[in-house]
């Protein structure tokens, strides 16, 4: 799922013109993190996954459903 997830997030991301920098600073925190999310080698909690959709304007649901395979 975490695979998923960080896929979803990086397109996304890419598809409102930012860079991890950019999506890292929105969501107070660090550029290496999103990139480990991104790569699917983090587990991000569930106010990590809240405050990376709120930077992004997409509901935390959307970010989910796409991660579990449902859309």
């Given at each position: 799922?975490?695979?998923?997830?960080?896929?979803?997030?990086?397109c996304i991301r890419k598809q409102s013109g930012y860079s991890q920098a950019r999506l890292a600073e929105l969501a107070?925190?660090?550029?290496?993190?999103?990139c480990r999310i991104e790569?699917?080698?983090e587990n991000p909690s569930l106010a990590s996954?809240?405050?990376?959709a709120g930077a992004l304007q997409v509901d935390?649901?959307?970010l989910l459903r796409a991660a579990l395979g449902r859309a």
């Open positions: 799922m975490k695979t998923a997830l960080g896929r979803n997030i990086r107070r925190t660090s550029q290496s993190w999103i790569r699917g080698n996954v809240t405050r990376i935390v649901l959307d």
